[in-house]
């Protein structure tokens, strides 16, 4: 086993304890690799890394998602879930994603905020 | 005068004391209003906003213009300098670029990488 | 209160009657500055200003929330109605759109024509 | 009637049988010429050409919707249904997909795993 | 001959005499039928159809290759020239690509506005 | 050593036997990690694996880099050096790349033209 991806699992173990195993029931039957990658890849070459802490990491990862849009929602949510698991505050992610109109233009950031929104309603109705 | 302009003006200050003339120097001519309206909107209704420090928002603006890649490429010189000027380390810069490869892609990040290559090249001559 | 604002509301006024309210309505609670930005930046700064006419503008908007596709959905649908408010015939619209697959592709095209066709039927079922 | 469109709706023929009629059904009243012109340009100006076989135009496409992502969700699942009409297997539909977490980053490539799932899954129900 | 590809050639005609000669002697030699596709296509298909006059048009195209903005730069540029040449003062192409800041970002309106001031300087040393 | 780092030194043997070296002497000193990373991600966990050839696989890579345009040129000019080592004629990447004008829009494809153009230059001055 690599040790990138030791180190991947450890990190999303902190986000997100059952990530992989999700993603492998969902995708192991196309893609047997897939999940093992991704954690290698996304958690243990990245997120692992020394040099920046986890949940600016997560903030960044939110702003990213917030301008591309479209091609992301679904992975927006997961990752506004993550950076909350990294200890950012509900308000910081709306700023994170609110300030993203400047570089993304206003459309992606309205989408980012309802994005927002689904989750922490989603949260509120489980607790 | 607006005090979303007048906030902005305040907080550009800090990252840049020269931009809105620089701005006014090179866009005036064409559109008066413009150096005016970047301070109103992007500075003073985005970066002076509490609730997320101005490192950690030039750290999500470096992220959003790795992700969207070949049309910001002017745009994310300037900001690695302020995200500079706002506190963060090279190395942060660089681990905020790195990280936009899972999202925007390799191309992406590489040629931010680029960008970041040339600004800290141009600050050692500098120096 | 901004100049720019006031412009923004005055010329909002004639597209949309409730935007401000609806947008205060939606995301008031996360993000309370959100509703008077929109209306000082979008319409304070750009559709209020002289040199082009509403129509035009509005047509402009239609061709670009076309291109970008994927993340601009729900903000094509709503512009569509306003170019039909500003004075654009329903061809005019669809012209704007299908025009739109020689710079953004074919699927931006036809993701495009469909959302005219959503807000036309809509809009034949209310008369 | 044009050569190019001529020998547009011979490849498409291949592919999709009722394509042209079909787009003729959804588009013709907002754009008459919309199903012609897709023929004559899409089939005839590209994929009729000689110099590259037909699977292989097929999971280029494929490489390219998923890279788009967000705007092209809908065209991408016909896509796939088009590549597997072209002879391509149900395995080179995802390599060509997966491999584009490379270039378009990991959320694209999973969105568009998500479209395969869905394509195949439709077609097992058919069987 | 088909009858888009002659209406493309008509319309290309009022905008840029030599275009078709020109993108044939850059790309003739590696794809001989470029320059013919591209008339019957963009202006055959588009341009010279009813329903939206030519100016306008033009604009439309302007405000998407704004937004597009990386990958259009030199489209957007010839484009300048061809709606300038449709009958559009200086000032609305400037309009146009300014108030794209609110759909595609800051940075692509900005460097929309760059390859404004570099058309109209080339203009006006030619003058 | 990981085995998908292995299996990604291997496949890039193939296609350009420095790379890693490459990459190495240009991004080793802001980010050590990096060639590695590329080589396992890129190589080993996408090129290396069974299911399709290496030459489709390299026009997939094509294709996604023309749609992609604006922020993946010199990546795309090094894969179409990567591509005609994998046994793609010069022919076969151009349509490729000429295809992707249904999908990406006329400027993404007529800027991929322009790299290829550009690569294919360059190998017949070596000669």
Known sequence: MSTALERGREVAQQLNPNLEEVLNDRYGEILPEFAESLMEWAYGRHYARPGLDLKTRQLCTI?????????????????????????A???????????????????????????????????????
């Open 89 to 127: 505050s509900r308000a910081e992610v709306v700023e994170a994603i609110w300030q993203m109109a400047v570089y993304g233009g206003l459309p992606a950031a309205i989408n980012g905020l309802n994005a927002a929104m689904d989750v922490f309603a989603a949260e509120d109705q489980v607790r």
């Open 63 to 87: 702003a990213a998602l917030t301008v591309l849009g479209g091609q992301t929602g679904p992975q927006l949510k997961i990752n506004i879930e993550h950076t909350l698991a990294a200890g």
